[in-house]
């Protein structure tokens, strides 16, 4: 038996070797799923705290109104803009984007009724059309304001009340989110286009045919891959956490045990992907396209860019059962909810049906040359 | 010599309709250098293929060593040690570690500069085989077929494209290798080669074994037939010249 093993070490290490001495695939192992990270993470890094830009217009002289400026320049979600004075220069800045919104606070704002005995006004909120979301969201913020004073000045039951919380307040930021998705792409692209480059390549060399000369088996020449191509996924997504961490603060909720064995698991399932591809392809012009095909719909619908609920529902049903998907998934729930390995069962089970699948058809399809 | 290694009998191999070796017979001895020689498509790399255990041998037998070589291919690929026709290394990976990849798949733990020390490059065990010549990778892939000591070594065309120099340095590795007591067959459409390196020669045409003889006893009967060339024979060619000119050393 340890004879048979002898060829797997020999080959993981010296295969690990190689790859540190090639400038191509440190590249798009190790550089290029850090630029993804990179953008994305001047993306999404900085949004822990949503914060509005917005200018404030008081045109009353009313002490409430005064009150409320104040009250609104101290909130941390809001960012008031001193030096825009007038509507027209307002107009302006929400044009170039540099301002969400305008906020004015018209002649007779917060002066009392004397009616009522308490003041009245409204709140005007001027935003661009092509800033939907933050006028809404402004909106919205501003009514809680108002229903938090008005429940002061005349105190009335609410039978019904919407409690909202979101995940964001406990200090996950979209990147949080994005960043699984990340490193399931850096996975991904180590696994499939890693083998179906380079299979192809040695196949029309001759190369893997005169290891066919020698008495290595397929299982030994396979095993030898995986085990240096699961050393390297681990390093790649050591490196992607540390920069994530350290540039972004990407938040670490589980544990990394966890992290790293659901790591390898995946590169095992993965690469088996491109050696059934690349084993199968005699030579390359055959492989990238195969490549391609396996990897870019993986790639859009297993949520590596953008979220899978975005998704239409049959689209995300389809996506389910994507091999790339219970990965991500579950280093998001890893990730972002803390949870061990025993707790993402569904996905690891997932994983391993894919794991035999996939491998039965790579030692089918296998050719030495 | 004496003792036959490697019994072929009929062998043959059809690829579609075509049939490439059209019943093959021959008996290679133990510590012979046994040439199969042939224009190109003859069948020569195919016949040696079937015999590597590399192809199935569709009818015919072939035994080496006492074993069967359809039966037990996996016992064969332990005793023989195989150069095929293009000789290519995966690149960035130094000969050492090369060889000790090599010699794991044999379940064998070697000393790679012994071996490299046998082929003359010793210096270059830390280089990567894209930065060999064409000799010293020829000499390379030699050396990757001795790391599990092999009983029969098969070389396919080993000096194809090689200059006068490292040619003749090569028939002098091959006759070390024979001497250290391994039994070789080798291809080549080099005749003058086959008739310096070779015990015995086979020559393929169209699939089939047209003669097999030793060199000498094969231009002997040629003669007493009664052929003679039509110029006197000089007692030098240009091949001579080259070498006088350029001398023998190598240059890589």
Redesign the interface.
């Known amino acids: 038996m340890k004879?048979?093993l002898?060829?797997i070490?020999?080959?993981a290490k010296?295969d690990i070797?190689?790859l540190f001495?090639?400038k191509v695939g440190i590249f798009f192992v190790f550089v290029f799923p850090l630029i993804f990270l990179l953008v994305f993470g001047g993306l999404f890094g900085q949004d822990r705290d949503i914060s509005f830009n917005i200018a404030l217009l008081n045109q009353s002289e009313s002490e409430f109104a005064a009150e409320f400026e104040q009250q609104l320049i101290d909130n941390e979600i809001f960012t008031v803009n001193e030096d825009v004075t007038s509507l027209d220069i307002a107009q302006e800045d929400m044009n170039r984007g540099s301002l969400d919104a305008v906020v004015t606070l018209p002649e007779g704002f917060g002066e009392i009724d004397p009616e009522a005995g308490f003041p009245r006004g409204n709140v005007e909120i001027l935003y661009d059309r092509g800033n939907e979301q933050a006028g809404v969201t402004l909106g919205s913020i501003m009514e809680s304001i108002f229903a938090d004073i008005n429940a002061e000045l005349v105190p009335v039951e609410t039978p019904f009340s919407v409690a909202v919380e979101a995940t964001e307040i406990e200090g996950l930021t979209t990147l949080d989110y994005i960043f699984s998705g990340l490193l399931g792409f850096t996975i991904l692209s180590l696994g499939v286009f890693g083998p179906t480059t380079v299979f192809p390549r040695?196949k029309e060399?001759?190369?893997i045919?005169?290891?066919?000369?020698?008495?290595?088996k397929v299982w030994?020449y396979f095993a030898g891959n995986v085990l240096s191509n699961s050393f390297v996924g681990l390093l790649a997504v050591a490196v992607m956490f540390i920069v994530a961490v350290l540039l972004f603060n990407v938040n670490m909720r589980g544990d990394y045990l966890s992290l790293a064995i659901l790591t390898i698991f995946g590169t095992i399932v993965l690469f088996g992907v491109g050696l059934a591809a690349g084993g199968w392809a005699k030579n390359e012009m055959q492989a990238a396209p195969l490549a391609n095909l396996v990897a870019f719909p993986m790639m859009f619908l297993s949520g590596v860019f953008f979220p899978r609920f975005l998704m239409p529902e049959w689209l995300q049903t389809v996506s389910d059962f994507l091999p790339l998907t219970p990965l991500i998934d579950g280093l998001r729930l890893i990730i972002t909810e803390g949870r061990t390995l025993l707790e993402i069962g569904p996905e690891l089970a997932m994983l391993g049906g894919w794991m035999i699948i996939i491998y039965a058809i790579a030692f089918k399809v296998f050719r030495w040359e | 010599m004496g003792k036959i290694i490697l019994r072929v009998k009929d062998l043959e191999k059809t690829y579609g309709n075509t049939k490439v070796v059209k019943g093959v017979t021959f008996d290679v001895k133990r510590g012979e250098i046994f040439g199969i020689l042939g224009p190109n498509g003859a069948g020569k790399t195919t016949t040696l293929e079937m015999i590597e255990t590399m192809r199935p041998i569709d009818s015919g037998t072939a035994e080496l060593a006492g074993i069967d070589v359809a039966k037990k291919p996996q016992k064969i690929k332990q005793i023989i040690g195989v150069q095929p026709q293009t000789a290519a290394f995966e690149e960035k990976t130094k000969l050492t570690e090369l060889l000790a990849f090599f010699a794991s798949t044999y379940g064998r733990k070697v000393d790679p500069l012994e071996i490299l020390e046998q082929v003359q490059l010793t210096e270059k065990a830390s280089s990567y085989p894209e930065s060999l010549s064409g000799g010293q990778r020829q000499r390379f892939s030699i050396a990757t077929a001795l790391v599990n000591q092999p009983e029969v070594l098969f070389l396919d065309e080993p000096t194809t494209g090689l200059d006068p120099q490292s040619r003749r340095n090569l028939w002098d590795l091959i006759r070390r290798i024979r001497d250290s007591g391994v039994t070789i067959i080798l291809t080549t459409h080099y005749m003058e080669e086959a008739q310096i390196l070779c015990d015995r020669v086979a020559i393929m045409d169209d699939g089939k074994i047209i003669a097999l003889d030793t060199p000498k006893k094969l231009i002997a009967d040629l003669l007493s037939r009664g052929f003679t060339k039509e110029q006197q024979v000089e007692q030098a060619d240009l091949e001579d010249v080259f070498i006088d000119l350029t001398g023998k050393e190598l240059r890589e």
């Open positions: 004879k048979q002898l060829p070490f020999t080959f010296i070797r190689r001495r090639d040695m060399k001759g190369i045919r005169r290891y066919h000369t020698t008495p290595i030994q």
